[in-house]
């Protein structure tokens, strides 16, 4: 309140409107101040000398530690008193009509103890202190009577302040002192629950006469405020409290599921209960729909009536019925019928999934309120992490968001917040899922060994791979004489497309061009001691996949252009290209960048990956109430069953995960996991490209990258169905123009056979291009595995002569080899495998009739039919 200064007296502020009081007033001054135990002729002789004084609002009318100039009497209006504290906040009293100001300090010759400033319109009597000392001598019982009336007084205020102690003690358990925050957000609900507040803090307390006492009583009515769990109503009806008049009081909160009745309605007249207590103040029952059955009659009565009657004791007779003045706010997960006809007013509050575009303000004051609370420096929210908590729901609302928002900003090394760190909880229930790690426990054991992946890597990996790199860069140069070159594309190639529907991207787990990365990490730290850089994370997401698109379209045309099937140095040199790209983003940044971003065959196996039949990912509950060490994300040492770890390589946690594309199934999140949260689920292959799969544009455009890469790998085939003959390939540029046209013109066809479906729709298409293509998914794996096929069953089993004719030695050995009719049974039986697997899954993806969905279904059969013209 700002409160002007003012001199002692009030003088300067308006003229003394006479002397002398008429019979009525002296009547109010024998009964409603102190002077009403003085003697009738004390009275009468103090009347006459009174002057009436108005005083404006806020301002000042007596000053602490100064000398009293007169008494004060307050005829009407309300005064404030306060004194101020160094240690603490000034204790304030409101002082209403009859308070007689300076007595003390005129009798005992001593300074004001309190500063009193007028909250409204005064009217104040003032006795003079020279006619005050005049009265004193003329009237020597005055003094005597005085000091008398001053004992009692000081005794009425020790008793006072024993029974405010004893309040204070008995209210100290359930007191609420402060709000800890305001209704955050611009959105429309946001801006409705901001209003309900200010019509609640706004309701008048409205007069309750009853039989119960003799004179009426004041009470404002109930408000019920209602929602779901973790919203913080609680919080609310401390907002409405603390910004209503009723500021002042004290306001308590119990839990109806414990409350007793003793508690709340005392015990006789031997031991009050809260209600008795809390006086004027307010009170908040919490969870009213957990009330005990017993206890809801009183409790509606109490909301209807303000009435209430305290358990008698044994043996006893029962108390009569009592009048409470407490404002009584009331928190329910749903609206009660009997509860809210007795309440005034009724808020509801929205849950958060009505209030996604508050999300970002929402995680934005958790996030800075924290970090302000551990003094470090102020994050923000990544897009990417903003897309994915608008699209969650939030079965725990406020309460849910806070706790993510705490283990995100714990967990978060950097100033951005990022999808990664993050608790996401599963969108859809657990369905159609085995645990292997639980139900083999063996293979438990083996993936928690050093065996997986380090002793296979540095054990094997890390010497076999230059062995393959300089046979091919040096040893003979055709499939047939050269064994890294059969094995790279009779054995690898095949061998990786047949895994992937079952280990999804485990081929990375044990990938040598990250090893040598790593490698070079920890060699380059030796050598030149430094921070490794974070993540450029905005950068990569926007444009690490068209780089890793274009990488991978360069490598097929090399390798159609320079016929890299059979040219082993140049294969070869196509090994060392990748092992670079990784080795180099290894020097530069931390863990796998190069892996999750920017790798070619990282990000065909990452796209493959969502067919595969197993998933790692973490037991959400344990992740949400247990967890509090993020080990399997940043790393740490060992702690309960978890392994000393370094983190993920690629930044990814099996809670945040939706999908296998960034798991690498390197199981360090196991290793270093104290809680046994991870798993390993077996599941119907592909399950999450139909239920919580987020498409992105890059990854269809590589998926349909690699649909023309059949058509690529069989380019004479194509030519000679096209043209009759293969002369167009004879010249570089002819080869390379046919090159190009057979690699992107099947994913432009795919993309106008989509325009033609919607065109065909109309407003009925209910899924885009981006969704619905990764319908062809099955269709290109498989058809890829057609294909290669042919080489790893002609020309694998040819693996012990070719290694001899590499060494110089004679090809001998056995040679194994598939009938040609076995292999294109085979082939055959791909590619229709993956023509009925497509239409499946687009009809499981489009969620609409075989009719709306026939354009696609049509294009599908279309490649289907010509690949088996080529490949077949």
């Not at 000081?154 to 405010?164: F, G, K």
């Not at 290793?671 to 046994?676: D, G, L, M, N, V």
């Amino acid at each position: 309140m700002d409160v002007s200064s003012h001199p002692t007296s009030p003088d300067d502020a308006a003229e003394s409107l006479g002397l002398g009081l008429s019979s009525e007033e002296i009547d109010w001054l024998r009964t409603e101040t102190i002077f009403r135990d003085l003697p009738l002729a004390l009275v009468e002789a103090i009347a006459p000398c009174l002057h009436k004084v108005p005083f404006a609002a806020n301002r000042r009318l007596i000053l602490e530690d100064t000398e009293p100039d007169a008494l004060y009497i307050l005829r009407s209006g309300q005064l404030e008193s306060y004194r101020t504290r160094r240690s603490s906040q000034a204790v304030t009293a409101e002082l209403h009509p009859g308070e007689v100001l300076h007595l003390q300090a005129l009798l005992l010759e001593k300074a004001a103890t309190k500063t009193v400033v007028s909250q409204t319109e005064c009217l104040l009597w003032k006795l003079e202190k020279s006619r005050f000392v005049q009265l004193a001598q003329e009237y020597p019982e005055l003094n005597e009577e005085l000091s008398k009336l001053l004992a009692t007084c000081l005794e009425d205020v020790s008793e006072q302040l024993a029974y405010e102690q004893e309040r204070q003690q008995a209210l100290r358990p359930y007191l609420l002192t402060r709000v800890e925050r305001g209704v955050v957000g611009r959105s429309r609900y946001a801006s409705r629950l901001r209003q309900n507040v200010r019509d609640a803090t706004s309701l008048e307390a409205v007069p309750i006469a009853t039989d119960i006492e003799e004179k009426s009583s004041e009470r404002r009515p109930p408000v019920l405020i209602f929602g779901e769990p973790g919203l913080n109503k609680d919080n609310l009806a401390a907002l409405i409290h603390f910004g209503s008049a009723n500021k002042k009081q004290p306001m308590v909160q119990v839990d109806c599921e414990s409350l007793r009745s003793q508690d709340l309605f005392g015990r006789g007249d031997s031991q009050p209960g809260l209600l008795e207590w809390l006086g004027a103040g307010t009170l908040l029952l919490n969870n009213i729909q957990d009330l005990d059955e017993q206890l809801k009659e009183p409790i509606l009565s109490l909301l209807a009536e303000g009435s209430y009657q305290p358990v008698a004791r044994e043996g006893e007779a029962p108390t009569e019925l009592r009048h409470s003045a407490a404002w009584i706010l009331v928190v329910a997960e749903k609206a009660l019928p009997e509860v809210a006809k007795r309440c005034a007013m009724q808020i509801k509050v929205p849950p958060l999934r009505l209030r996604k575009a508050d999300i970002e303000a929402l995680v934005t004051y958790f996030a800075q309120l924290l970090c302000r609370q551990r003094k470090r420096r102020k994050v923000k929210l990544d897009s990417a992490a903003l897309r994915r908590l608008q699209s969650y729901d939030f079965p725990g609302n406020l309460t849910e968001l806070e706790s993510m928002v705490e283990r995100a900003v714990n967990q978060s090394e950097g100033h951005i917040l990022t999808e990664e760190v993050f608790w996401a909880e599963e969108n859809e229930k657990r369905r159609f899922r085995f645990d292997l790690l639980q139900g083999y426990p063996t293979l438990r054991k083996f993936l928690l060994s050093p065996w997986w992946p380090d002793r296979i890597n540095y054990g094997f990996t890390l010497w076999f791979y230059p062995i393959v790199v300089a046979v091919l860069m040096w040893g003979p140069q055709t499939r047939d004489t050269n064994f890294a070159l059969n094995f790279f594309w009779a054995w690898w190639w095949p061998l990786v497309l047949i895994s992937f529907p079952f280990v999804g991207r485990l081929w990375c787990a044990v990938c040598p061009f990250m090893i040598y990365g790593e490698v070079a990490q920890k060699l380059s730290l030796i050598v030149w001691p430094r921070q490794l850089q974070g993540w450029p994370r905005t950068w990569a997401e926007r444009w690490g996949g068209w780089i890793l698109y274009a990488g991978f379209a360069l490598i097929l045309l090399w390798e159609e252009l320079w016929n890299l099937e059979n040219t082993a140095y140049l294969s070869g040199w196509l090994l060392l290209i990748i092992t670079a790209g990784a080795v180099v983003c290894s020097v530069l940044f931390e863990r796998r960048f190069w892996c999750r971003y920017l790798c070619p065959i990282g990000g065909m196996n990452g796209l493959f990956a969502k067919l595969s039949i197993v998933e790692l990912r973490a037991q959400q509950g344990i992740c949400s109430a247990t967890c509090n060490t993020y080990h399997c994300y940043k790393g740490g040492p060992a702690e309960g069953e978890g392994q000393e770890t370094g983190g993920c390589p690629i930044y990814s946690h099996p809670a945040q995960l939706s999908d296998n594309r960034n798991c690498v199934l390197c199981m360090t999140c196991l290793k270093a996991c104290p809680h046994k949260s991870v798993a390993l689920n077996l599941r119907p292959p592909g399950m999450e490209l139909w239920t919580t799969h987020q498409p992105t544009s890059y990854e269809v455009a590589l998926l349909l990258l690699l649909l023309g890469a059949v058509y690529l790998h069989r380019l004479p085939q194509l030519t000679t169905m096209v043209f009759g003959d293969t002369a167009l390939l004879e010249s570089f540029w002819g080869h390379a123009i046919a090159s190009i046209a057979a690699l992107f013109l099947p994913g432009a066809i795919a993309l106008l056979v989509d325009r033609i479906r919607v065109q065909f729709q109309g407003t009925g298409a209910t899924r885009d291009f981006l969704t619905l293509a990764y319908g062809y998914l099955p269709l290109v794996l498989l058809a890829s595995l057609s294909h290669y096929l042919l080489l790893g069953l002609s020309e694998g089993g040819q693996i012990i002569p070719v290694f001899w004719a590499t060494i110089g030695q004679p090809a001998v050995g056995l040679e194994l080899a598939a009938h040609p009719a076995v292999i294109a049974f085979l082939q055959g039986t791909s590619l229709l495998f993956g023509a009925g697997l497509s239409i499946i899954l687009t009809q499981k993806i489009g969620r609409q009739s075989w009719l709306k969905l026939m354009p696609q279904h049509s294009i599908t059969l279309g490649f289907t039919i010509l690949f088996w013209q080529l490949i077949v």
